[in-house]
C-alpha cells in the first residue's frame, strides 16, 4: 500500500521560512502527479500546488510567488519550499500524489494518495 510521509513542519514567524518534504513509499513508478494541500481549522481543504512527472508545476494563487514546489523522482519525493510565510499559512499541510493520466487538473486534496499531514504554524 502507498505511503506518503512529510517531514519539515513547525513553527515560524511571519517573514520567515519553511521546507516540507515529502516522500512515497511502496510505489515502484513515478507518480504523474505529487502535491500538496492545506487545511487550516474551521476551513475547507485548499489545494496549494503540485507538479507532473515532466516537472510542470501549477500554484494556488495565495501562494504563487512565495512558495515553490520541486521533486526528485528518483527518490520519489516532493518537496514545498515556502518563503515569506504569513499567518493566514498556518493549516496542516498534506502531501498527495496521483498516477492518473489527467491529474494535473485534479486539486490535489483529490489526489488518489495523500499522507498524515504536518503542522505549520506562523506567528505574527
Known amino acids: ?7 519539515g513542519g513547525g513553527s515560524v514567524q511571519a517573514g520567515g521560512s519553511l521546507r516540507l518534504s515529502c516522500t512515497a513509499s511502496d510505489y515502484p513508478y513515478s ?6 494541500f492545506r487545511q487550516a481549522p474551521g476551513k475547507e481543504r485548499e489545494g496549494v500546488g503540485g507538479v ?3 516537472g510542470r508545476t501549477y500554484y494556488a494563487d ?6 515553490t514546489i520541486s521533486q526528485d523522482n528518483a527518490k520519489s519525493t516532493v518537496y514545498l519550499q515556502m518563503y515569506r510565510l504569513k499567518p493566514e499559512d498556518t493549516a496542516m499541510y498534506y ?5 492518473r493520466s489527467y491529474c494535473y487538473t485534479v ?3 483529490e489526489y ?3 499522507g498524515q499531514g504536518t503542522q505549520v ?3 505574527s
Do not use: H, I
Open 95 to 99: 502531501c498527495a500524489a496521483d498516477d
Open 1 to 7: 500500500q502507498v505511503q506518503l510521509e512529510e517531514s
Open 121 to 123: 504554524t506562523v506567528s
Open 52 to 54: 507532473t512527472v515532466d
Open 112 to 114: 488518489n494518495y495523500s
Open 31 to 36: 507518480f504523474n502527479c505529487m502535491g500538496w
Open 107 to 109: 486539486p490535489q486534496d
Open 62 to 67: 495565495s501562494v504563487k510567488g512565495r512558495f
